[in-house]
């Protein structure tokens, strides 16, 4: 399996399977001289991980992070960063009935296909586990991009949306609830709609909006690496993720140039900002903003028909524990896979200067 | 300028500006042994193109490719193809009005930010001109490719939409008309509303969708290099996309697992298809589909207030010849990235074997 | 830092200071199904670790590797493979005396200069224990390339040298003394010469010579990915390594091409095999040989005027621990180096078929 | 074929057969602004070309470099450089004998094997008629590197060396004679030498020695990446290199580590410099020298026994004009990868400040 490593100055590579020892990484190409808040960090990690609150799953899970180099005496020594997280509560009995057989719109069966063999324990390296390392990786990006304010909230679960302009919110409030929504009238409808997919034994899709904002003008490459490209492909390689659009997104399809265009203040900035803070690929020092849409969890509490490795048509029902509801905790995970792009793109844009 | 390769192993890179000399390109890990149809690649070019048709700009570009390297009595020699485009039809002049001002939603005035100077003929190396060579890479790819079909479509154009699944439509429709949408009823609303559109001066959004067919399973990687992912930053490196989405896309967020989950039959193959062929960031075998929005061209035929690069106010007003609307031209763009995404992953899955 | 990769498909990612909690690394790319043989990788460590016998440093490190991730049930499953190394014997206090002065013809002044600050503890980063991890990235390349035969040996110590060909030494007598060389009787001298050298409080430089066998026809790409021009590069990443030569090496500068040329035996073998094994950078089926140079260590048991970081001239000797010849020790560096080289291009061969 | 891109930052991708239309390259990564001296890049062209003396090959190629992109009213604006250099004097008859059979150390054998077929028409993409391209390169990135002096030169040709030190050498004196060595009663033997070599239709090999000054503190990146090992892969990488050494090379393996070390001046700079201007994969302010070895050329004008592509035994004697000592032009090749290394490594050395 190739594929594990992100970024080409700010480049972070990721290891671990859900029920293996532990998880872990190394941010290589992190600036040497950055006094890292270990507890920032950490506050990251809490913010991910399952049992926060009665809507997201009860697992219980420490995800505390160890850094075992690249740091010294409080500091980044600019040499590799090294860290695990230890899988301290995993019970690999839970997975017996998946061994053989593959979960409908899961991994299972392309890995099988793909490797020949799988660890089926949990889904491995497919399960959505593997974001708590990227998690660590961002945090320690939001620590090098200190100017850069990044913001992602749920903006909509199922069919609840927030029906304001991102300029209407309070990003401060995104932590006061356990949806993550900043609009708490919305927030309350949202939590009532995941309780009660609960009980039903299903589960529910939802958006998140990213806002980037204080972002210097000129990062990203023209042509390939654009900066949208590159978030956009940084979002769409979070587990569940179906959609990405960025400023005015879809619905540009249907407008005109006379009323998208974004007309120029004296002093460069623009009047109105349906480019989304990117034009060309590079950014104009607007807001970047940017949405990003996630399916339902594919594990429900209720039966379904599936296939075993022999070609038998089986039954199979979630157990265990599992999300009704994926964005809550995805939020710190869009946040973080923004900042290693942001922080990527920051590196790169120094060899102009 | 970093960020002008793509691919690991079908690995392209370009060059050039839309007044210069000559665009072109390399690519480097095309199979040898390959026995080129040169004809079907100048095929894609002319699909790009200008000048195709009433509703497209009437610049005249031959557009020629011209390979010079990496074949040899017809094949291909596993050494690198370089590849040129001339620029033969470039009016320079054309471009004086915007020599020191900045065109709004353009990229005239980050790459002066970024770069210190820039090329302001014809957008220089931001014109969509670019593509030609993606398309050539892309041509190549097509062929390093055989057996997968790769067709994309006008699937909207402003508020027309062809509103049937794409199973229902015949795909050797799309080149019938100048659209490039393979519906012909819409085809016609669309082409007439395009007329319109350019009658008033203004430019007009759409939406361009892609199914790509017979894609073994296991292509793509899991983790960062998701094939979706991949797929997503292809596309939204394509001047003027806004947004990707594929399978369910954005309607997912909507959804209940117990609505999305794609059930399996007794081959391995999906009752339903919401996850788009793609599965923890795998082909399954399935059709994969995504859909891209592209914005309005910036360039109108209408005043606009802008500025210039010593801090006046200036009035600009689109010259020269210039597409209404982007979507009808951009479908070989869009076949062409697919094609090297998939190329680059095919050749990182024999590396299982 | 950036840096700390190697490999294209076979990629080694490796973190750790010598005396941080641990060492590590991430293997990602390797393929799926291989059964590892874990005590074969630990056997690795254990002639790479300090303390062996008395002509190499006393200093204890167990040097035991923890896999983490990417093994399931016996077998590497096609993702990333995490594993550390935890430092248990290390004493920061031996270190304090160059904390503040830089050791010459040591790293620690460039990297205050580059990175503005240092991990001074056993020299951190640029400490040869960074080289743990390569030890165990290139023991599982070895079992990736079963067919493979990887011999290296020490060639020379100091004045004294073997002076036979390749092809009449029994590589099966490397470990039976101290010194890794097959050569019986100048690995007695050389032992001697070592024992001599520590006495005087000084070090001493050396060669080890390395014999890749039975690889197949077709690794190595041309170009700048040369066969040789990679192994030259990761033979030169090691630690006090000054040069590199292949094949007849720097003697070829005074042949004649009617001396030098490779006749062909009728199967494609060669009759004489100056070419090392390869040629235009890819292997041709013959015997790789090649030759690398290593400096006497630097720190030694002797007084030394140097610098601290006030600009004041100090006296220094050497404390704790060293090697008097690093040659020994280097022996199993050198074929894990080689082994990811020739994992990568075996890895990457396998897109031509 | 992979591996036909070189550096991160500084990215050079290069392409084209000896005999195919044109070779030709793209600059990624050049910054913007600098002030392209055409002229100076065309003079390392007629350094490289053949036939320009007595003592090379009488082929004549024009090697006009044309650029084709990246540079706008005399200025890179950070946009890709492509550049052709058309062949415009091949004779492709000439090689009609070569097509079935091959010829001994070359790599018409190798290439047959990997790829299934070859453009046996001068060697095809194995010739050196390659390096042209990297010439072009080297020669920008000597524009990028205002500061810093690349001088190479010949320092032995067969038996016959310069027994000075480099310091006592005036590098203005290289161009001076056709054999490119700064020393002239050497250059004056060397030259008759190679007459006489000619004379009798063999070839011989040679050494390059290069010195970089003025190198600033800092680049290279430690571990894989280290200074000297990616100029070690640079130089092994040029067509017909067997060896590199930097600093004090081979010999340092008899050395003591009393006799090896580089004591500091107050100043941070050293009294002796061993260790070759480089620390730890670091550069330290001082001389930055190496050596590289080069085989003799494999075409010879004297018969030899061959095979052909049937297995049966032939006899092949060299045609048409060729080097018979290949060091004389390749002074400039070395210059340039050397220039392709540091502009690289300084590029991401600024991403620390």
Known sequence: MAGNSYGTLYKVTTFGESHGEALGGIIDGCPPGIELDIEAIQYEMSRRKPGQSAIVTQRKEDDQVQFLSGIFEGKTTGTPIGFIIPNTNQKSDDYSHIKDAYRPSHADYVYEQKYGLRDYRGGGRSSARETASRVVAGAVAKQVLKD???NAFVSSVGHIFIDKPYQDLDFSKTESNPVRCPDEASA????????????????????????LQNVPIGLGEPVFDKLHA??????????AVKGFEYGSGFCVAKMKGSEHNDLYNIDGTTKSNLSGGIQGGISNGMDIYFRVAFKPVATIM??????DNQGNVVEMMGKGRHDPCVVPRAVPIVEAMAAIVLADFYLLNKTYK
Do not use: H
Request: one cysteine or more.
């Open 188 to 211: 309350q409808k949202m939590e009532e709609y995941i309780r009660e997919i609960r009980k039903q034994g299903d589960t529910v899709g939802g958006t998140i909006t990213c806002v």
């Open 148 to 150: 850069i304010k990044i």
């Open 302 to 307: 209720q039966k379904q028909e599936t296939i």
């Open 230 to 239: 590159e978030l956009g492909k940084a979002m769409l390689s979070i587990n």
